[in-house]
């Protein structure tokens, strides 16, 4: 029932899907992250994070002895980008970088960020809760950096109701990815086949393992997933061929390098005499058209967050915050709905 064949074919099908060595499966994508830190065996070192995430891509830094230095993003992917990184290397202490690829977008400054955390000696996680089966070129999300770490709650591109996954080429880091997963155990050689010689605990860790129930959900939506990004992207196209034309909205970022899972569709209102929550409020209770904003308030607006800022301050996500939000985006979605959808907002 746990940890049993299905959990290792899930991983298998995950290596082979993405052309990745090693893939250990989580209870979660934040206690992955955790998972990996811990691994690294870093202690008390900064790590770069952006302040557009979820407060498990920071939580993951404290809680395995390291300090969160929160950052801006790029304005127009909303992820980190290289020179963010760069004019927040202010100590000797930065150890490494936890990337956020929002929305499904691997940004495409990926392979210069990487290229810049190896020769700086800085530990790359991807956060690739949104990112299952996107690819920047031919390389998927998960292959960058160290380690990248996936997540399956429901509202993502494929879900195992509750779980995660790490992928990474480092066998070592693998190895010791799935001593933490199993509460810092591991079993004991032995001579004879059979003979039970017991486990060493080589660290003090906690029980981070998938459920075969949960794999046996993963195997089944792994088979629909290339289905889930084209309809995704259908999706997308609609809203980009449309919404592209109204002079009061700005649609996502968008590379033709790079292939998106748009966990969410994210735009902005680019004119400032509208009020965000007029709008919504109207999109919602006339048109019954729900939306979101993901994330808001930002990480560095978090009071418990306050020890970790960055004095470079947060002048793009700031600016973006208050004015971006998502419209309707899942795979059981019809063409009619997502014109129904442009249609309204271009009457607005």
């Known amino acids: 029932l746990i940890q049993g064949q299905h959990v290792g074919e899930f991983e298998k099908e995950a290596c082979h899907m993405f052309d990745v ?6 209870t979660s994508c934040g206690t992955g992250l955790e ?4 691994a690294s065996g870093i202690k008390g070192k900064q790590f770069i994070v952006p302040t557009q995430t979820f407060a498990a891509s920071v939580n993951c830094i404290i809680r395995t002895g390291n300090i969160p ?3 801006d993003v790029d304005s127009e992917t909303q992820c980190l980008s290289l020179d963010i990184i760069k004019e927040n290397m202010l100590t000797q202490n930065v150890g490494g970088v936890i990337m956020v690829h929002m929305s499904g977008l691997i940004t495409p400054e990926m392979e210069e960020i990487e290229k810049y955390c190896k020769d700086n000696n800085l530990f790359l996680v991807t956060d690739d809760a949104h990112t299952y089966g996107a690819k920047l070129g031919d390389r998927f999300a998960g292959t960058f950096g160290d380690a990248g770490v996936f997540s399956f709650y429901p509202s993502k591109i494929i879900t195992t109701a509750e779980g995660g996954l790490i992928t990474t080429n480092d066998d070592e ?16 050689d032995g001579e004879y086949q059979g003979l039970d010689y017991g486990y060493t605990c080589d660290m003090p860790s906690t029980n981070y393992r998938m459920s075969e129930f949960h794999a046996v959900l993963g195997l089944a939506q792994n088979k629909y997933l290339n289905s889930f990004i084209e309809r995704r992207n259908e999706i ?24 998106q899972t748009y966990w969410q569709y994210i735009v902005k209102i680019t004119d400032d005499k509208r009020d965000r929550t007029t709008e919504l409020l109207r999109l919602l209770d006339e048109y ?11 990480c560095h607006e978090q009071e418990i967050y306050k020890p970790y800022l960055s004095p470079k301050g947060y ?8 004015k971006i939000f998502s419209l309707p985006m899942y795979v059981e979605m019809t063409d009619e709905q997502v014109h129904y959808i442009c249609r309204t907002i271009e009457e607005l």
């Open 69 to 71: 230095l929160i950052v």
């Open 288 to 298: 019954k058209i729900p939306t979101a904003n993901a994330y808001s308030p930002l």
């Open 236 to 259: 997308a196209d609609i809203y980009n061929e449309r919404l592209s034309k109204v002079d009061w909205l700005q649609t996502p970022f968008k590379d033709d390098n790079i292939k």
């Open 173 to 188: 880091l693998a190895e010791k990815c799935r001593v933490v997963r199993n509460h810092g155990t591991r079993r004991n």
């Open 35 to 38: 998972t990996v830190l811990l």
């Open 315 to 322: 002048k793009n996500s700031e600016e973006f915050i208050t």
């Open 21 to 26: 060595k090693n893939a250990i499966a989580t």
